[in-house]
């Protein structure tokens, strides 16, 4: 498993699960960290290991229309080079802003 934290978020990645989880408030300058090291793990992911990639978003403290727009690149991410990337454990509040904005499909929501 490798952690990395921004700005007071921390996103983990276990590349042998394909768990990818999000924990703490996701805003300004360690939003945009952590979704630049997110595509990272993501792209260098050998679907040999898991076929699946799981955003976790249980121990998110924030959930915001920038967080929406995360999850959404990884999922195109993923999506672009033939891995299938599944969301869980969103809050309702962020179900909310998907279903509002429109996305609630495409994230699985």
Same mark, same amino acid.
């Given at each position: 498993?490798?952690?990395?934290?921004?700005?007071?978020?921390?996103?983990?990645?276990?590349?042998?699960?394909?768990?990818?989880?999000?924990?703490?408030?996701?805003?300004?300058?360690?939003?945009? /960290?952590?979704?630049?090291?997110?595509?990272?793990?993501?792209?260098?992911?050998?679907?040999?290991? /898991?076929?699946?990639?799981?955003?976790?978003?249980?121990?998110?403290?924030?959930?915001?229309?920038?967080?929406?727009?995360?999850?959404?690149?990884?999922?195109?991410?993923?999506?672009?080079?033939?891995?299938?990337?599944?969301?869980?454990?969103?809050?309702?509040?962020?179900?909310?802003? /998907?279903?509002?904005?429109?996305?609630?499909?495409?994230?699985?929501?």
């Amino acid at each position: 498993m490798i952690t990395a934290s921004f700005n007071g978020a921390t996103v983990s990645w276990n590349s042998a699960t394909g768990d990818l989880r999000l924990r703490g408030d996701l805003t300004g300058e360690g939003l945009l /960290a952590i979704r630049d090291w997110g595509e990272k793990q993501i792209a260098a992911h050998n679907a040999a290991h /898991a076929s699946v990639i799981r955003i976790d978003l249980a121990e998110l403290a924030s959930a915001s229309s920038q967080v929406l727009s995360l999850v959404l690149c990884w999922i195109r991410l993923g999506q672009a080079s033939g891995k299938k990337i599944t969301v869980t454990n969103a809050s309702n509040k962020l179900r909310e802003l /998907a279903k509002v904005s429109g996305l609630d499909a495409l994230l699985l929501l």
